[in-house]
């Protein structure tokens, strides 16, 4: 079964910075849209990130834009969440999928993201203390 992997989590202050990372298997990145997403505990799970891998266009979640930026290495089928000036709101579990729609486009990442969103890997603590 297909699914991605993260990677990258951890503990850090109000501030810092990590970069995550999220690889799959080739046919994944054929997909329309790759997203990063995040759930905190008690709420439910949000867009943070979104690449179009044919082209690169990306989307960002008005709360981390400026903060984070979101880049992949297809020759490492590796998708990367660069994320600056942490602060303890970005708390949370940070998981990676795809929506594997016909057309190469992040339009479906706004929307409900268990809708059209699949491969799901265990996701990535990250932990922003203050």
């Known amino acids: 079964q297909q699914q991605f992997v993260e990677s990258g989590g951890g503990s850090v202050q109000a501030g810092e910075s990590l970069t995550l990372s999220c690889v799959g298997s080739?046919?994944?990145?054929?997909?329309?849209?790759i997203g990063w997403f995040r759930q905190a505990p008690g709420k439910g799970r949000e867009g943070v990130a979104a690449i179009v891998p044919a082209g690169g266009r990306t989307h960002y979640a008005d709360s981390v834009k400026g903060r984070f930026t979101i880049s992949q290495d297809n020759s490492k089928k590796t998708v990367y969440l660069h994320m600056n000036s942490l602060k303890p709101e970005d708390t949370a579990m940070y998981y990676c999928?795809?929506?594997?729609?016909?057309?190469?486009?992040?339009?479906?990442?706004?929307?409900?993201?268990?809708?059209?969103?699949?491969?799901w890997g265990q996701g990535t603590q990250v932990t922003v203390s203050s």
């Open positions: 999928a795809a929506d594997d729609s016909p057309f190469p486009s992040c339009r479906n990442w706004y929307g409900d993201p268990y809708l059209n969103f699949a491969y």
């Open positions: 080739a046919s994944l990145y054929t997909s329309a849209c």
